[in-house]
């Protein structure tokens, strides 16, 4: 960022950060609400997911600019703010939201493993492990490396999800139809909450607060306000490919459940087992291959959330490996 470019290069060396974000986005637990949503009603609740991608959208952005302008990232910034009580109680509720995150992806993973290859939930669950030793490898590596690690992860969901949208062949009269709000009952605005859960992610506040830190920028007006607007469209374009993640399992779980009858489906192996019988034998497997992409992206950034908190909140410097 402090070499003289211009152009796509220079706007380049900003991009990253979101993209370690956005995972968070489209991880295990987005793809429950979504094969729910789209199964039980059909295109209605594409609304939901834009709306709570225009939330994400807001509330990324604003961390951004915590860590370009302050320096800080959320943790250091409320350590430095409130006092020690408050402090130890936002401490226990961030890490509580991460275990409880990561749980939907580690199990998501674990899920995909079983579903390719036929071990036990228990291997896969032991083989998530790893991540944590992943993690220690691709920061030994530099932050570059791991932004490129968890892109390619990100592009081969997305690639999985075009394959299988080509396939289902949805009408896009119909799924235009979703983005027009529309009132829900009892059992839609439980999913629709389920959505906005599963999207906006409280630990993405944390690391990209932190991850923005990443860039060496000069530290004047016109540097910060240069590396704000790069971060801008770094957030908006993560943010929306995100969101057409998610869109496209919707989409995929409403064509091909919701409209033969199939509204049931509310779980990822069901998802998976009667995915074959519609699109072909192809489809189930791009389906797991894509949730182990999802499953080990998000237990990467998870676990790197859970180090920001505990050095901000902590002030706490130990060894990675420890």
Do not use: C
Not at 90 to 118: K, R, S
Not at 190 to 212: C, D, E, F, K, Q
Request: glycine letters at 8%; a positive charge.
């Amino acid at each position: 960022t402090t070499v003289k470019k211009t152009g796509w290069r220079r706007m380049f060396s900003f991009l990253g950060p979101a993209y370690l974000v956005r995972v968070g986005y489209m991880d295990p637990g987005n793809w429950a609400t979504d094969l729910a949503g789209g199964s039980k009603f059909g295109y209605t609740l594409i609304w939901v997911l834009l709306m709570s991608n225009l939330m994400a959208l807001l509330l990324q952005g604003l961390s951004a600019r915590l860590g370009i302008v302050r320096g800080r990232d959320l943790a250091q910034a409320n350590r430095e703010t409130y006092p020690r009580g408050i402090n130890f109680i936002l401490w226990i509720l961030a890490e509580i939201a991460i275990a409880a995150t990561d749980l939907a992806e580690v199990l998501g993973m674990a899920i995909g493993i079983q579903l390719l290859t036929g071990l036990p939930l228990i291997w896969g669950v032991s083989i998530t492990v790893l991540d944590t030793f992943l993690l220690l490898y691709l920061q030994k590596l530099g932050i570059r490396k791991m932004e490129a690690f968890i892109i390619a992860l990100v592009a081969i969901i997305a690639l999985s999800f075009l394959i299988q949208i080509i396939l289902a062949k949805p009408l896009l009269a119909e799924v235009a139809s979703g983005f027009i709000p529309t009132a829900l009952n009892d059992e839609a605005l439980y999913i629709g909450i389920g959505i906005i859960g599963a999207t906006v992610m409280p630990h993405n506040l944390y690391l990209h607060s932190a991850l923005v830190q990443t860039r060496k920028i000069e530290r004047t007006d016109f540097g910060i306000k240069q590396a704000l607007k790069f971060n801008r469209i770094d957030t908006t374009v993560a943010l929306n490919i995100a969101f057409l993640v998610n869109a496209a399992i919707l989409i995929l779980a409403a064509t091909v459940f919701f409209k033969t009858g199939n509204s049931h489906v509310a779980e990822i192996k069901e998802a998976h087992r009667l995915l074959p019988g519609f699109l072909g034998k192809t489809a189930p497997i791009l389906f797991a291959l894509a949730l182990i992409a999802a499953g080990q992206s998000s237990t990467v950034t998870g676990t790197l959330s859970g180090q920001i908190v505990m050095e901000g909140y902590l002030n706490l410097r130990i060894q990675p490996w420890i």
